[in-house]
């Protein structure tokens, strides 16, 4: 994955959820969906996680590569199934329930 | 945006068209579509709107050099690319000499989740990617009412519409939006409220087993274009579109004849045959020789070394080929020199307005001198009458002004009216010639007669119309005091005239002869007669003068006796 990567905790690069989110320039609803997107991470991750920030305006070849559309959008490559959100990330209950990346018990 | 902002520096200027190249539509749209404009093309599934959104930038970038992005998102960049080889468009060759973009944009509900606000900002960005990779100048979506499916939020989704029309405005592409049709509406998400530049409606319908397709120009600002239903169709060179208002009565004439290829036909015909560039109807009952006088017509064509274009609804070319060699006609060799072009298929094979393009087509590709359609009357299985008739219309108008002439072949059917035509264009050609059988003394012969012929002194006899090894002959039919007279029944006539006349001829011989001998002996006893008289002249003088001879004898013995007295 060659754009720059705002890998986020501290846990390794074997990470168990892999996050990709794309934004397009410094709006406020790209800048929204991140601090929206670690707030949610650092608050109820419960396994290591990575989060990449791509900007497509620098890259834009890369949303014709992984078919994003809406801006922003939120990719959970690992653990498969692929899962996309799109939004500002607002919403952590949906966030959470959209990336399944809570515990079972949690909904 | 590296790309230049198009404004119209002249208000005035006549709003500028970017050419489709599709035979027929840019008559109709007067030049194309708007050009740096928006144009939804809308209609049922499959009638043709990705066709020609696809048409519109392959041969935007063959023939104008404008290279076009097409943004997918309904079939992937392979499936179109195989829906399009079929009809010698490839695709992925215009795409590696970077004259097309295909981008493919999948967007599936199931895997999306929507939190909070968005926007499509990723679809500008790939497009104007694709746009600048290019430098492209057309644009087509298709369709991109799947979006709708994709996105949840229907007042973000219009916003972004409307931004992406501006956009797309903005940077003076013209772009090309197929858009399923919608209950009521245009398209079923009113996307023509935000574009309203041109609208262009296609419709596929059924009518009794055949399918037509149609288009409708509902749209166009700023332009004057057809407001008809046009049909077209799309087949194995793509789609064209016909212009049937087109009708036009301002075709060039010719004063130049050509031969019909029967001799005595053009002798009917002030011994030179038709005009070039008229219409000829071959009409006649079942068996009446019109598809050999129609061959014989094209055989004259190709003899002269011009083209012919044989149309055949009936019977394959082989067929006929071989039916003309008994005749002395030889079509298989104008084939193979390529002058004569015979092509034959089934008049239920589509609607009227696919024949009358593929007649088109042809005429375009053999650029003939001649064309024969035979018959016309089997047209009307695969549609109405009132179609028919004008199809025929519009064909005859475009074959008269290309300088074709023409030969309609029709069939009159048993019992139907002899002279007259079931698509009712006895009227609108030039030259009529009708073909019929006379059944006497058991047999059927044929005859033909020329019924009308504009601008000539044509013959008003009717002929028997007999075929020989080479070609066919008119002989004049028996015309006398037996009636008119064919077949054997005309030899038999003629032979009795013949005896007949012999006889009076022999007759008149004889009495002559009778004369001449009763003259001569008339003379003879003439001349007897004459040499009695002359005979009774002479006798009469040679008794005067030995009467006068005896006076004067009578006078001197007299005188001498009165002397002897006297004297002594």
Redesign the interface.
């Known amino acids: 994955m060659p754009p720059k990567s705002k890998s986020k905790p501290a846990k390794s690069s074997r990470a168990a959820i892999d996050l990709r989110l794309y934004v397009a320039g410094q709006t406020p609803k790209s800048l929204a969906a991140i601090s929206n997107l670690k707030k949610i991470c650092d608050e109820h991750a419960q396994a290591a996680y990575h989060i990449e920030v791509i900007d497509l305006i620098k890259n834009p070849a890369l949303a014709r590569d992984h078919q994003i559309v809406a801006i922003p959008t939120l990719v959970r490559s690992l653990p498969v199934p692929i899962r996309k959100i799109i939004g500002d990330l607002s919403d952590t209950e949906r966030v959470l329930v959209g990336l399944q990346i809570v515990g079972a018990g949690k909904s | 945006m590296a790309k230049k902002i198009n404004r119209r520096s002249h208000p005035l200027t006549p709003l500028p068209k970017a050419p489709t190249g599709i035979p027929g539509l840019d008559e109709i749209t007067g030049g194309g579509l708007p050009q740096g404009r928006t144009t939804i093309v809308c209609g049922g599934p499959g009638c043709g709107k990705t066709m020609l959104g696809i048409e519109f930038l392959v041969r935007g970038a063959l023939e104008f050099n404008e290279p076009g992005v097409l943004m997918a998102f309904e079939e992937t960049p392979e499936d179109i690319a195989r829906n399009v080889a079929s009809l010698g468009f490839d695709i992925e060759d215009l795409a590696a000499k970077k004259k097309l973009f295909l981008?493919y944009?999948?967007?599936e509900p199931s895997?999306?989740?929507?939190?909070?606000?968005?926007?499509?900002?990723?679809?500008f960005?790939?497009l104007?990617?694709?746009v600048e990779t290019i430098g492209a100048k057309r644009v087509m979506f298709d369709t991109v009412e799947a979006?709708f499916t994709?996105?949840a939020n229907p007042a973000i989704l219009r916003a972004e519409f409307r931004r992406l029309f501006r956009w797309l405005k903005d940077r003076g592409l013209t772009t090309v939006l197929t858009a399923e049709r919608g209950e009521g509406t245009l398209t079923r998400q009113g996307l023509e409220e935000y574009v309203s530049d041109c609208v262009i409606l296609l419709d596929h319908r059924i009518k009794d087993q055949i399918s037509a397709r149609r288009m409708r120009i509902v749209k166009y600002r700023g332009t004057k274009h057809g407001a008809d239903e046009y049909p077209f169709l799309i087949d194995e060179r793509g789609m064209s579109v016909l212009p049937i208002t087109a009708l036009q009565l301002q075709h060039g004439v010719s004063e130049e004849r050509v031969s019909s290829g029967v001799p005595d036909l053009d002798e009917m015909l002030e011994g030179q045959g038709y005009f070039r560039g008229s219409t000829v109807l071959l009409s006649g009952t079942a068996g009446s020789g019109k598809t050999t006088l129609a061959a014989s017509f094209a055989d004259a064509t190709c003899r002269r070394g011009e083209r012919c274009l044989y149309i055949d609804f009936e019977e394959s070319p082989k067929q006929v080929a071989r039916n003309m060699k008994s005749v002395g006609i030889d079509l298989e060799a104008w084939s193979k020199k390529g002058l004569l072009v015979h092509e034959a298929w089934r008049p239920t094979q589509f609607g009227i307005e696919m024949h009358l393009l593929r007649i088109h087509k042809l005429i375009e590709e053999v650029k003939p001198q001649a064309v024969i359609l035979d018959p016309i009357t089997n047209l009307i299985s695969s549609s109405s009458e009132k179609e028919v008739y004008s199809m025929l219309l519009r064909l005859m108008d475009t074959l008269k002004s290309s300088g074709i002439t023409t030969v309609f072949v029709s069939l009159t059917s048993g019992g139907a009216t002899l002279e007259g035509t079931k698509v009712g264009i006895s009227s609108l050609t030039d030259t009529w010639i009708l073909l019929r059988d006379i059944e006497l003394n058991g047999e059927r012969n044929r005859c033909l007669y020329v019924l009308k012929s504009r601008g000539m002194a044509h013959s008003n006899q009717l002929r028997e119309f007999v075929m020989t090894d080479d070609g066919v002959q008119l002989v004049p039919a028996y015309t006398g005091a037996g009636g008119v007279l064919t077949g054997s029944s005309r030899v038999a006539q003629e032979a009795k005239e013949k005896a007949d006349l012999l006889l009076r001829q022999q007759d008149a011989q004889n009495k002559q002869q009778q004369f001449n001998r009763k003259r001569l002996a008339l003379q003879a006893q003439l001349e007897a007669l004459q040499a009695e008289l002359s005979d009774l002249d002479r006798e009469a003088t040679e008794t005067g003068l030995e009467e006068r001879q005896r006076m004067a004898e009578l006078i001197l013995d007299r005188e001498r006796m009165a002397e002897s007295r006297g004297s002594k």
Do not use: M, P, W
């Not at chain 2, 999306?112 to 968005?118: N, R, S």
């Open positions: 981008d944009i999948s967007v895997e999306i989740e929507e939190t909070g606000e968005y926007d499509l900002e990723a679809l960005i790939r104007e990617n694709a979006l994709g996105f």
